[in-house]
């Protein structure tokens, strides 16, 4: 038998002892901790997935087994009631009403969006070069304009810096001192006056 058959699963699986004496088990145990190996920097992504979104997840269908009423929450008490809380839900003619409005949003939203895209696809590869470069990149900005848009409110929210200068307790020392540090014209510029 040649060395490689047992490997690819042609013939008997019997440990062939290499050249060396190294026997061939070793070497595929080897190969699975090579292979295992490939997938370590997966890892860290992995984790954070786990993290991120598996222990809300597991949290949530935690609490829906739970009570949570007014009661539970202000007395901190935990009231385990199983699967009553899914089957109060799928009792509620609500909810069926909502679910199939959902799903038809969903189809004609999904339905449109493809449509619309395959004709502007179409039409795209019909132009030329440059104006159909344009047109992408006007397709690009009017996409990320709302994200763009977005976060410079989020920074205009939390942008403490320009309403700071003048506090409720009056101007603030670096603002004061630039006021009586001007000087007037005709006078010396080492001497302060103040304004």
Not at 113 to 129: E, I, N, P
Not at 148 to 160: G, K, M, P, R
């Amino acid at each position: 038998m040649v060395e490689g058959q047992a490997e690819a699963g042609i013939g008997p699986a019997v440990a062939t002892p290499r050249r060396n004496g190294a026997p061939a088990r070793g070497r595929s145990a080897v190969r699975t901790a090579r292979r295992l190996l490939i997938y370590l920097p997966l890892l860290p992504s992995l984790f954070a997935f786990i993290v991120l979104l598996g222990y809300p997840v597991l949290l949530a269908v935690l609490i829906s087994l739970q009570k949570m009423g007014l009661r539970e929450l202000v007395q901190r008490t935990t009231v385990w009631i199983g699967l009553q809380n899914y089957a109060a839900i799928l009792a509620d003619p609500t909810f069926w009403a909502v679910a199939v409005r959902t799903l038809a949003f969903t189809a004609v939203n999904v339905g449109l969006t493809m449509l619309v895209g395959t004709v502007v696809a179409l039409l795209l590869g019909a132009l030329g070069r440059w104006l159909r470069l344009a047109l992408s990149i006007s397709l690009v900005l009017a996409w990320a304009t709302p994200a763009l848009t977005a976060s410079v409110i989020f920074q205009w929210l939390f942008e403490i810096g320009r309403a700071s200068s003048v506090s409720s307790t009056g101007p603030s020392p670096a603002s004061a001192s630039s006021a009586t540090s001007r000087t007037t014209p005709g006078s010396r510029p080492g001497c302060r006056h103040s304004a």
